[in-house]
């Protein structure tokens, strides 16, 4: 099963934006561009949960919870999937993880801290 890398997290203040990157530890080549891919986070005190998705069409689907300020989007030229956060909130604060659906192996996540 693929494992995939997150980077690009950071602390911002409320409001910020961020740009999360979602790779492959491995060389996976063309078979990149079949993967539906999932953006998890878990907050404090709460269970991992799904933010969004985005099929190999480039279709995506995202929680009501952050509609509207986190996107998500893949380049398979570069084998990334990214995820956009805009108009953060402290309630946003975890770590963030992307998987490839119906596999069972998580990366180790990238840490998010939104605060002043």
């Known amino acids: 099963q693929v494992q995939l890398v997150e980077s690009g997290g950071d602390l911002v203040p409320p409001g910020g934006s961020l740009r999360l990157s979602c790779t492959p530890s491995?060389?996976?080549?063309?078979?990149?561009?079949?993967?539906?891919i999932g953006w998890h986070r878990q907050v404090p005190g709460k269970e991992r949960e799904l933010v969004g998705c985005i099929i190999p069409s480039g279709i995506t689907k995202i929680t009501d919870s952050v509609k509207g300020r986190f996107t998500i989007s893949r380049d398979n030229a570069k084998s990334t999937i990214y995820l956009q956060m805009n108009n953060l909130e402290p309630e946003d604060t975890g770590v963030y993880y992307c998987k490839v659906r119906d596999s069972n192996v998580w990366g180790q996540g990238t840490q998010v801290t939104v605060s002043e």
């Open positions: 491995a060389n996976v080549g063309d078979r990149f561009s079949a993967y539906t």
